[in-house]
């Protein structure tokens, strides 16, 4: 059972096994009615009927549904009791004061959630916005490279957390960042949008990637809560097929498919995170990599990789990308999705997920 809310909220959309609730519900309350008639003067099963108005408030976003079911209720009592002459004059008026606040109570519950529903509603499309200029998708194909991209948030409610991405198109070539920002809420969101506007300026002016990822870790470090630190992978291809580098800065590796096999690409030494450098003074290490035509590079934040089961397991990646296929890469990011969320099952996702997958064509 579905009814429209108000303006610019969607139609609530009830689970099957509430529906079923419902409906064996209101049953009850007809039988309850037809047992009244049945048992005769002296006794009444018409409080019953003041679940009414309460279950009907349940399954709509408009008052006058409560109110209508409401006043069918009262005229229901008014049969009963004119049929039942018997009744003490206390039930008499204690029952259609009692169905007549459970309605006026449903029908205020409903117009104060349909307010909290409208208002949460406003809250996610600018959230929504502030998503789309923040992480904005990047162009499906860039030369001889397919990109694709995935960000789904842990909490529904949030649309955008702490991962972050980027693609940019620069005369070094094509620079990518996929970034995972320590902490939640408000201040990770500030701090990837900090990141991410050094990164789009860095990227057209630093040719070499590991003086990329120093540069990014000096504005992690600069900011006034300098606490913060946030693992990344750094992708920078090269023109004309030429050779791939990668820095990995404390990231899960990406992994790379070819020929149906999956091989991780480990960075020559670790390095620190962004933000965490100065503890270390390590630099920023870069792996290379030639790719053939066909090659499938997933890039991945530890939402997708730490994901667990029902028994606690993570969510082995690199074992099932071989079997998860797809015509495009973003075909492929679905179908790793829907893997991982079957893996997770009902509980969901516990942090917030990103994917990026690249393909070098033919």
Known sequence: MTADGPDGVPPLHLPRRTRTLLYGA???LVAAVVAALAIGPGTTLAPLLAVAPVLAGATTRRARVPLLVGAAALLAVGLLESANAELPLSVRISVPVTVLASTLASAASVVLVAARERELFQVRTVAEAAQRALLRPPPERIGPLRVAVRYVAAAAEARIGGDLYAVVETRFGVRILLADVQGHGLPAVETAADVLGVFREAARTEADPGRLAERLDAALTARPDGDRFATAVLL????DRGPVRVVNCGHPAPLLRRAGLVSELEPPFPAPPLGLR???GDSYPARRFDPEPGDLLL???DGVSEARDAGG???PLAERLPGLHGGSPA???DAV???VGGWVGADGLADDAAVLAVRWEA
């Open 26 to 28: 209101l049953l009850l």
């Open 236 to 239: 920078d291809v090269a023109p």
């Open 278 to 280: 100065g503890l270390t």
């Open 299 to 301: 890039l991945h934040t």
């Open 313 to 315: 397991r993570f969510y």
């Open 331 to 333: 075909d492929l990011l």
């Open 337 to 339: 999705l829907t893997d």
